[in-house]
């Protein structure tokens, strides 16, 4: 190749190389556009995640309502009775679910406000006894996010909620009892696609259970921490 050549091939080299470093940037800014726009104020955003919540546990509810799972919101499990190291027939089942819904307005870049919608049914089931328990919590929470790089981000966020639990015994329906629900997280966004983000994080809750009659005023205060997962839709 002569000197000319050299020239050139380099010339054609270098552009190539220059273009390559061109198009990466656009695509890393556009990446970090599109993310801190689903964020941006004016953008909705609605989500599903688990809800775990505290064991709810008091001698003024006559039995320990939601035992602590696996932290997911969902667990199934058994347990049997060993008396005199001899296994007894009689074996328990036990079922919890939870979910939480939420959908949040951004009134300003990263801050978000809106609504949470928290539900958990759980049961207890033998061959002599039957009892099972429900939640439903809505209220208001604050949401936060921090830029965490490319497609991701940080978020904090706190809340409260206000609800009730319904039980029965054996069949039996019992008084209702309110409940309110006051707690925080953090935790991280990752988005795979431009309008989706899977969450992962941690919760803290303060769960108090209240009931009011004519034998006087009961209440009851349960704590926690329990992982928070889920998904969100941007739009």
Same mark, same amino acid.
Do not use: R
């Given at each position: 190749?002569?000197?000319?050549?050299?020239?050139?091939?380099?010339?054609?080299?270098?552009?190539?190389?220059?273009?390559?470093?061109?198009?990466?940037?656009?695509?890393?800014?556009?990446?970090?556009?599109?993310?801190?726009?689903?964020?941006?104020?004016?953008?909705?955003?609605?989500?599903?995640?688990?809800?775990?919540?505290?064991?709810?546990?008091?001698?003024?509810?006559?039995?320990?309502?939601?035992?602590?799972?696996?932290?997911? !919101?969902? @667990? /199934? +499990?058994?347990?049997?009775? %060993?008396? $005199? #190291? =001899?296994?007894? *027939?009689?074996?328990?089942? &036990?079922?919890?679910?939870?979910?939480?819904?939420?959908?949040?307005?951004?009134?300003?870049?990263?801050?978000?406000?809106?609504?949470?919608?928290?539900?958990?049914?759980?049961?207890?089931?033998?061959?002599?006894?039957?009892?099972?328990?429900?939640?439903?919590?809505?209220?208001?929470?604050?949401?936060?996010?921090?830029?965490?790089?490319?497609?991701?981000?940080?978020?904090?966020?706190? !809340?409260? @909620? /206000? +609800?009730?639990?319904?039980? %029965?015994? $054996? #069949? =039996?329906?019992? *008084?209702?009892?309110?409940? &309110?629900?006051?707690?925080?997280?953090?935790?991280?966004?990752?988005?795979?696609?431009?309008?989706?983000?899977?969450?992962?994080?941690?919760?803290?809750?303060?769960?108090?259970?209240?009931?009011?009659?004519?034998?006087?005023?009961?209440?009851?205060?349960?704590?926690?921490?329990?992982?928070?997962?889920?998904?969100?839709?941007?739009?």
């Amino acid at each position: 190749m002569n000197a000319a050549g050299e020239i050139i091939f380099y010339y054609l080299l270098l552009n190539y190389c220059n273009m390559k470093k061109l198009l990466l940037l656009i695509l890393l800014a556009g990446n970090f556009a599109i993310v801190y726009a689903q964020t941006s104020k004016g953008t909705w955003t609605m989500g599903l995640h688990n809800f775990s919540p505290v064991p709810i546990a008091g001698d003024g509810l006559g039995y320990n309502f939601f035992p602590p799972t696996n932290g997911f !919101g969902i @667990s /199934f +499990g058994t347990s049997k009775d %060993k008396i $005199d #190291g =001899e296994l007894q *027939d009689d074996k328990i089942k &036990s079922t919890q679910f939870g979910l939480s819904v939420n959908s949040h307005y951004f009134v300003a870049d990263q801050l978000a406000v809106g609504l949470v919608g928290n539900y958990s049914s759980w049961s207890v089931n033998d061959d002599d006894f039957k009892s099972s328990a429900s939640i439903f919590l809505v209220g208001p929470e604050v949401k936060y996010y921090f830029d965490a790089g490319t497609n991701m981000k940080w978020w904090l966020k706190g !809340g409260a @909620s /206000f +609800g009730a639990i319904n039980a %029965k015994y $054996d #069949g =039996e329906k019992d *008084d209702p009892y309110s409940l &309110s629900q006051f707690g925080g997280g953090a935790g991280i966004s990752i988005f795979p696609v431009s309008a989706v983000s899977i969450d992962i994080g941690m919760g803290y809750n303060v769960l108090t259970v209240s009931n009011k009659n004519e034998f006087g005023e009961y209440k009851n205060i349960n704590s926690g921490l329990a992982v928070d997962v889920g998904f969100g839709i941007f739009f």
